[in-house]
T-cell receptor
Framework: GAVVSQHPSWVICKSGTSVKIECRSL??????MFWYRQFPKQSLMLMAT?????????EQGVEKDKFLINHASLTLSTLTVTSAHPEDSSFYIC??????????????FGPGTRLLVL | DAKTTQPPSMDCAEGRAANLPCNHS???????VYWYRQIHSQGPQYIIH???NNETNEMASLIITEDRKSSTLILPHATLRDTAVYYC????????????FGTGTRLQVTL
């Protein structure tokens, strides 16, 4: 199967600090990775799309200077929440898609990282 | 990408088949139908996808109507562990396409 891991699974931090979340595709190479955010009782909201070796594309309303995304290799993407505030507390989920081209390429999701900012 | 419509919630008795409907009446010819589910406090899990033919795998079956305007996900023998929110998503194939989640159907499997 296609396995995506995230680390850490949960994190508590103080307001004003930065938090880094790692997303790894364990058994496939992911040319594209996605970061989603989910607030309680809501659906997943796409934050950004990143392609290996290039800058991430952010969805409207997502601050690129606050949510730094790095996709330095085909198996690793990181999301850094800079100067976190309580309103950034959420469930952050990454997703990875293998391959390129016109065929249907399935996205696989990580288990999520729960962030609590005090 | 085309919009989908799903009932907000459904119940199913354990051991029975769960049939989850999805309406995607504006689907285009190059859009696939994907199904994912999210068990509480976990990341979404891929279930199945299809273009126009019916599909089956070890988890479920996907029935797509001939006009492709609707589909049904079938869990043949639901168990308590199938309790989750099920998302039906249509997606244009291609490198720029992305999965956009709606509100899904909350399936409750009961004893």
């Amino acid at each position: 199967g296609a396995v995506v891991s995230q680390h850490p699974s949960w994190v508590i931090c103080k307001s004003g600090t930065s938090v880094k979340i790692e997303c790894r595709s364990l058994d496939f190479q992911a040319t594209t990775m996605f970061w989603y955010r989910q607030f309680p009782k809501q659906s997943l909201m796409l934050m950004a799309t990143s392609n290996e070796g290039s800058k991430a594309t952010y969805e409207q309303g997502v601050e690129k200077d606050k949510f730094l995304i790095n996709h330095a290799s085909l198996t690793l993407s990181t999301l850094t929440v800079t100067s976190a505030h309580p309103e950034d507390s959420s469930f952050y989920i990454c997703s990875a898609r293998r391959g390129l081209g016109g065929e249907a390429k399935t996205q696989y999701f990580g288990p999520g990282t729960r962030l609590l900012v005090l | 990408d085309a919009k989908t419509t799903q009932p907000p919630s459904m119940d199913c008795a354990e051991g029975r088949a769960a049939n989850l409907p999805c309406n995607h009446s504006t689907i285009s010819g190059n859009e696939y139908v994907y199904w994912y589910r999210q068990i509480h406090s976990q990341g979404p899990q891929y279930i199945i996808h299809g273009l126009k033919n019916n599909e089956t795998n070890e988890m479920a079956s996907l029935i797509i109507t001939e006009d492709r305007k609707s589909s049904t996900l079938i869990l043949p023998h639901a168990t308590l562990r199938d309790t989750a929110v099920y998302y039906c998503i249509v997606r244009v194939v291609g490198t720029a396409s992305k999965l956009t989640f709606g509100t899904g159907t909350r399936l409750q499997v009961t004893l």
